[in-house]
């Protein structure tokens, strides 16, 4: 396996990936670097290239994040979060790019409650809306994530 070639062809893409878990760009980097040393020490069993980098930075960032403190293992949303098959990593990488793509207000809704934890007063109160107006927004961006994964 030509590991130059694998870096140039997934780092870019691994970064991003990894950037909706951990927003601090060096330990994204240091993350990223870590999962192609996994696959370098790895490569005689690596069978699907992209999928074993998917799930390992997925895997790397949430530890990342256990260790930092920031994220239970109770506040991670399972649909964020799936480890039963190589096509989970795309499956997330799909997720993450329908939140990319949801207006503002509704993915940090989304987030706040999935992700961090938060209850809805909580967020209602954080973002200055009414807690109606949370409830409409997660519900939007769940029924959306589940049509995604209803294609898979």
């Not at 070639?5 to 951990?22: E, N, S, W």
């Not at 895997?59 to 964020?80: A, D, K, V």
């Not at 989970?88 to 993450?96: G, K, S, T």
Request: negative net charge; charged residues 30%.
């Amino acid at each position: 396996m030509d590991i130059e070639h694998q870096i140039r062809l997934h780092y870019k893409r691994m970064c991003i990936y990894a950037l909706h878990f951990v927003s601090d760009p060096a330990a994204v980097e240091d993350i990223v670097l870590e999962a192609f040393v996994g696959l370098w020490q790895n490569q005689d069993q690596v069978r699907d290239v992209k999928a074993y980098l998917f799930a390992s930075v997925r895997n790397r960032c949430l530890n990342y994040l256990r260790n930092q403190r920031l994220l239970s293992s109770e506040s991670i949303p399972e649909e964020l979060v799936s480890e039963d098959s190589s096509d989970d990593a795309e499956v997330d990488f799909r997720i993450w790019s329908v939140l990319d793509a949801l207006p503002e207000k509704m993915r940090e809704a989304y987030l706040l409650s999935k992700r961090d934890g938060m209850s809805y007063d909580d967020i209602a109160v954080r973002m200055g809306v009414s807690i109606h107006t949370i409830r409409n927004q997660i519900a939007k961006a769940s029924k959306k994530i589940r049509h995604i994964l209803e294609k898979y």
